[in-house]
C-alpha cells in the first residue's frame, strides 16, 4: 500500500450519530406520518450525517466509467472478444450506450477512463487517457497485476476521485466496461467471501451453459493456484483482480475521504467497492447501492458491505446504468427532506398537537 492511499484512508471518518438523530428529528416535524416515506427518509438521513448539514445538496452527479479488459478471456470465459471494450468506450464517448442515455434523463455528467483497454483508442475527444496496460495478465496462468500496478490503478481512481470533488459534484457513481470483468469480478467476490465460487458466478455477457460451466472451473482454477488471501484487498486484486476495480476502489476511498455520496452499480462495480471496504470498513457509511444484479455474486456483495439495494429491477448492463436511476431516487429523498413544510409552518396539527379525546 503506497503513502497517498494510506493518508487518504486516515481521513475517511465514520459518521456522527448525532447528525442522524438530528436528521431524525427534523423527519419527525415534517407534514407526514412518521416513517411514511421509508427508506427514504433513511437515504435522506445519511445524506445528511455524511454532508455535516440540514440543507444537504445532491444536484451535481457524475458517473466515472472505467474501461479495461482482462487477459482471462484468452481462456474462453466470455462470448465476446476484448476488442468490444474498446468499441464500447466509442460508443460512451460519442452518447450513444445504455449509461449516457440514462444520465441524461438523471442530469449526470459521464467520465470516461481508458485504464487498461487493450485496443488502440487513440486520441479521442473527452477519454481521460490513464492506461496502466493494455489489459491485465491472464489470472488463469499467473497473477492479474504486479503491485506496482495496483498501486497505479488505485491511484488514477483516486485521482478520479479528488477530480470529482475538487469540481463540486455531490454524488459520484461508480461505472465499468470490459469483456472479462464479470470473471474477475466472481474471482473477487468468491476471494473475499469464501464462498463457493460456483454461487457467485453468472452468465455475464451471455455466456451458455457450458461457457458458464468452464467459466467456473477457470475461476476455480485461479484461485487454487494463486491463494488470494480474503483479509488483504491488495492481495485479492493482485492475483485475480483488473485495473477498473482497482480504479473504481480508489474512487470509492477518495469519494469518502472527501464526505460525497457514493453510488455503486451492479455486480462489478460492487465488488470494487467491497474491495474498499476490505481496506477501510468506515467507507462502507458512504456507499448506496443503486439495485440489485441478476448476477449470483452480487447479493453476497451487498450484505458483506451492508448495503440493501435502492431498485431491483433486474438490470445486470453494468456501464454505471444503476448508479444513474438511483440519482433520482436520491434527489426525491433529499427534496422531500429538504423541502416539504413542516407542521409548524404549513399550520398543520402534528398528533403530539391533539387534544387526548381525540384518537
Not at 239 to 268: H, P, Q, S
Request: with cysteine.
Amino acid at each position: 500500500m503506497f503513502a497517498e492511499l494510506g493518508n487518504v484512508m486516515r481521513q475517511i471518518e465514520s459518521l456522527d450519530a448525532n447528525w442522524i438523530r438530528r436528521a431524525e428529528t427534523h423527519q419527525a416535524s415534517l407534514t407526514k406520518p412518521p416513517g411514511s416515506l421509508g427508506r427514504l427518509e433513511e437515504v435522506a438521513n445519511r445524506i445528511v450525517a455524511i454532508q455535516r448539514s440540514l440543507t444537504p445538496s445532491v444536484e451535481r452527479a457524475r458517473i466515472v466509467v472505467f474501461a479495461a479488459d482482462h487477459g482471462v478471456t484468452a481462456e474462453g470465459v466470455a462470448p465476446y472478444p476484448s476488442a468490444v471494450t474498446g468499441q464500447m468506450v466509442a460508443n460512451f464517448l460519442a452518447g450513444g450506450a445504455g449509461v449516457n442515455a440514462l444520465a441524461r434523463v438523471a442530469g449526470a455528467e459521464v467520465r470516461v477512463v481508458d485504464i487498461g483497454v487493450a485496443s488502440d483508442l487513440g486520441h479521442v475527444a473527452g477519454l481521460h487517457p490513464r492506461r496502466i496496460a493494455s489489459g491485465t495478465r491472464n489470472m488463469a496462468r499467473e497473477p492479474a497485476m504486479t503491485v506496482e500496478q495496483v498501486d497505479a490503478a488505485i491511484a488514477v481512481g483516486l485521482e478520479m476521485g479528488r477530480d470529482a470533488i475538487t469540481a463540486g459534484v455531490d454524488m459520484i457513481g461508480l461505472g465499468e466496461m470490459g469483456i472479462g470483468n464479470s470473471t474477475a469480478a466472481s474471482a473477487v467476490t468468491a476471494a473475499l467471501t469464501g464462498l463457493p465460487v460456483a454461487g457467485m458466478t453468472g452468465r455475464g455477457t451471455g455466456a451458455d451453459d457450458a461457457m458458464l460451466a468452464h467459466k467456473i472451473r477457470v475461476i476455480e482454477q485461479a484461485l487454487q493456484r494463486h491463494r488470494p488471501d480474503p483479509a488483504d484487498a491488495f492481495d485479492v486484486l493482485t492475483k485475480v483482480g483488473g485495473f477498473e476495480l482497482a480504479g473504481l476502489a480508489g474512487v470509492v476511498l477518495a469519494a469518502a475521504a472527501g464526505r460525497k455520496v457514493v453510488v455503486t452499480d451492479g455486480f462489478i462495480a460492487t465488488a470494487a467497492a467491497a474491495l474498499a471496504v476490505r481496506m477501510c470498513p468506515a467507507a462502507t457509511e458512504y456507499l448506496f447501492a443503486a439495485h440489485r444484479s441478476p448476477e449470483p455474486g452480487h447479493t453476497a456483495l451487498l450484505m458483506m458491505i451492508g448495503q440493501e439495494p435502492l431498485l431491483d429491477l433486474r438490470m445486470r448492463l453494468g456501464e454505471g446504468t444503476g448508479a444513474a436511476l438511483a440519482f433520482v431516487v436520491i434527489r426525491a429523498a433529499v427534496a422531500a427532506f429538504t423541502e416539504m413544510a413542516t407542521f409548524a409552518s404549513a399550520g398543520v396539527s402534528n398528533r403530539s398537537d391533539l387534544p387526548d379525546a381525540v384518537v
